[in-house]
């Protein structure tokens, strides 16, 4: 795999994003994350939370894995690499979701693939605590492929969400790039000169994923700044994405849990002449019933539900486990994702300290748009 150069502070035990002394400016707790030395927070996660719901905010993702897939089988190398079917992407700059999954149908990883005209192939990001796993596999199949995997250290990558994203975004930057958020559909990315700018998140409000040169980044961190948006640390995220109903790597799904135990069967494609990793398991798994699903739950009383509790069930003796939980925000009361037997019913409860704590299950997301959706 070809690299640039990696515009990283590596003098200490954490790796560094260019954005790291803007984090220190802002009063920011630092934190380990995936080898990163990242910002949980800025003061309040309570009120960075809302700030994204009702306003806007900015978070540094720049620790993520930019990797552009080219060459002529670049499409077929995907298409063979992914649950999801790179081939529905029919527009340039369009975006999808999967799942990288091994033989045994587990995920490796999810990403978001780009469709990129620009680059004759495909944009690919990745979770950064993968990372080293995720270029192995992905170089380990490109050697049946005429493709070459070139990964992107030199970005920067800020993401804006919240219902005033889209406006002060388009004020912290030039004419050019404005014109390109502007007329962005939701769910693709597109080149502005040097920057790639997608209109997706990890939040459920809409918003950007900016991709821009790390020698840039602080000057628009600035520009955001000065167009209202504020710094958004890691813990915020986590408990916006949970409300949305997204899923977290290494907490919801891993290379154990097939996508339709980790609620990702919609990102299945299952067509008759297309083979790709796993699908064999898949299939198989279908055929034979499939045993657990991921659900969402609420806590109607008070109490915070937390990962790795277990659910018990009115109707039958099997268990489930919670694989994430949290505090909601904006709904005031706890949420959680959990892996539970598909047949074990929908009376349940969570056993927390020892006590059956009756909870409601429910269809995800939570939350969307700053509005409550679960039913």
């Known amino acids: 795999m070809r690299a640039k150069y990696n515009l990283l502070d590596v003098e200490h035990m954490g790796l560094r994003t260019a954005l ?10 630092i934190v380990d994350f995936g080898g990163w030395d990242m910002p949980i927070h800025y003061g309040s996660q309570l009120k960075e939370h809302n ?22 089988d670049a499409t077929a190398y995907l298409q063979y690499l992914l649950a999801n079917d790179v081939a529905k992407l029919k527009t340039d700059g369009k975006a999808l979701y999967s799942g990288m999954l091994n033989e045994k149908g587990g995920v490796i990883d999810d990403l ?3 469709r990129a005209d620009f680059l004759k192939g495909f944009r690919v990001v990745v979770n950064c605590a993968t990372r080293e796993k995720d270029l192995a596999w992905m170089n380990k199949q490109a ?26 975004a388009k004020a912290a930057v030039s004419a050019e790039q404005a014109a390109v958020i502007e007329n962005l559909a939701v769910f693709q990315g597109l080149p502005a000169g040097e920057w ?12 950007l994923e900016l991709m821009v040169p790390a020698e840039e980044a602080m000057a628009f961190w600035s520009s955001l700044l000065k167009a209202g948006v504020q710094p958004i640390g890691l813990g915020a995220r986590d408990t916006l994405r949970l409300e949305a109903g997204m899923n977290l790597y290494g907490n ?33 798994e279908k055929e034979a019933g499939i045993e657990y699903k991921l659900v969402g739950l609420v806590l109607e009383t008070r109490g915070v539900m937390r990962s790795h509790q277990k659910v018990i069930f009115t109707a039958s003796d099997k268990r489930g486990e919670i694989t994430s939980g949290t505090f909601s925000p904006t709904l005031q009361q706890s949420i959680a ?35 409550k959706v679960y039913k």
């Open 20 to 29: 790291y002394d803007a984090h220190l400016a802002a009063d920011a707790k």
């Open 51 to 72: 700030m994204v719901r009702e306003d806007a905010g900015m978070f540094d993702v720049s620790h993520m894995t930019v990797v552009d897939v080219t060459g002529a």
């Open 112 to 114: 978001i693939v780009y």
């Open 143 to 168: 050697d049946k492929f005429d493709v070459t995997l070139t990964e992107q250290p030199d970005f920067a990558m800020i993401a804006v969400q919240g219902p005033q994203a889209i406006e002060k």
């Open 196 to 207: 790639f700018i997608g209109r997706t998140g990890y939040t459920g409000e809409d918003g």
């Open 252 to 284: 919801d799904m891993d290379e154990t849990i097939t996508p339709w135990q980790a609620g990702m069967g919609w990102t299945i494609a299952l067509s008759d002449d297309r083979d790709f990793i796993g699908k064999d398991a898949l299939v198989k």
């Open 337 to 371: 994702m959990a892996r539970v037997p598909a047949d074990a019913g929908n009376e349940c409860a969570v056993d927390m300290r020892g006590k059956a704590v009756p909870v409601r299950m429910v269809t995800m997301p939570f939350v969307r748009n700053g509005k």
